[in-house]
């Protein structure tokens, strides 16, 4: 089942997408929830971030293919496999829901990339969990975007801007509940065009691993976001671009880009 969050006139409600309308739930997504007799088309309402975490996580280097890519930006050592998740935070503001504008701060450098990733939800209190068990604390996924800039990852000690700024962590559009996360395609477009394809099966640590190993020192809460980390390659994204996030069986998560003086202008 897809569950999503949205915004219908001034109300924001949970509900579950069917075909192209959406039907509003009552009670919770994280425990009982029934259908309701209230339907709105999808093209009618404002389709925001599926869940607000309290944290979001991304686990680190978690594609081989990546690493190479990621000794040109973090210098000596990032090339190498890790022996287990590193993970870090993206900041609470950073997230930002499909179509909403992924902003570049007029401060940066201009060389703000894509990174299309999995993500999962978690569905209930998590701590010191065994992989094996972990899956169990995990609602669903969802397509997300680690927007990365990568003189500041390069240069600070910290990825707390270079990953952390507002907008730079769209989700969405919706959790797939019913899906098998290790077999799971994502493609990334920037402009129409292919750029960026992964496969979870390749993730040096399955969502489980990551879920399991956070929880060992971090109580995870219903709504937090674990990302999969991403693969290969990537590049920078400018004012205008549209970057889109496609996870075959889940949906596409759709972002403009835009230039922060651009944007406080509107």
Known sequence: MKIARFRAARRVAFGVVMGDEIVEIRGSIYTRFRLTDTRYPLADVNILAPTEPALIWGPGLNFAEHLEFAASVLGEGADELPEHP???????????????????????????????????????????????????????????????????????????????????????????????????????????????????????????????????????????????????????????DKVEVEIPGIGVLSNPVEAEFDAAAQ
């Open 86 to 240: 590193e993970p870090w935070h993206k900041s609470r503001n950073s997230l930002t829901g499909p179509n909403d504008p992924i902003i570049i701060p007029k401060d940066s450098s201009g060389d703000v990339h894509y990174e299309g990733e999995a993500v999962a939800v978690i569905g209930r209190n998590c701590r010191r969990v065994t992989p094996t068990d972990a899956r169990k604390y995990i609602l669903g996924y969802t397509c997300g975007n680690d927007v990365s800039e990568r003189t500041w990852q390069k240069k600070d000690s910290t990825f707390w801007r270079a990953k952390g700024s507002d907008t730079f962590a769209p989700v969405g559009p919706w959790i797939e509940t019913d899906i098998n996360p290790q077999e799971l395609e994502i493609l990334v477009r920037l402009n129409g065009e292919e750029v960026q394809r992964a496969y979870t099966k390749d993730m040096l640590f399955t969502f489980s691993e990551i879920v399991s190993y956070l929880s060992q020192q971090v109580t995870l809460h219903p709504g937090d976001l674990v990302f999969s980390g991403t693969t290969g390659t990537t590049k920078a994204m400018k004012p205008g």
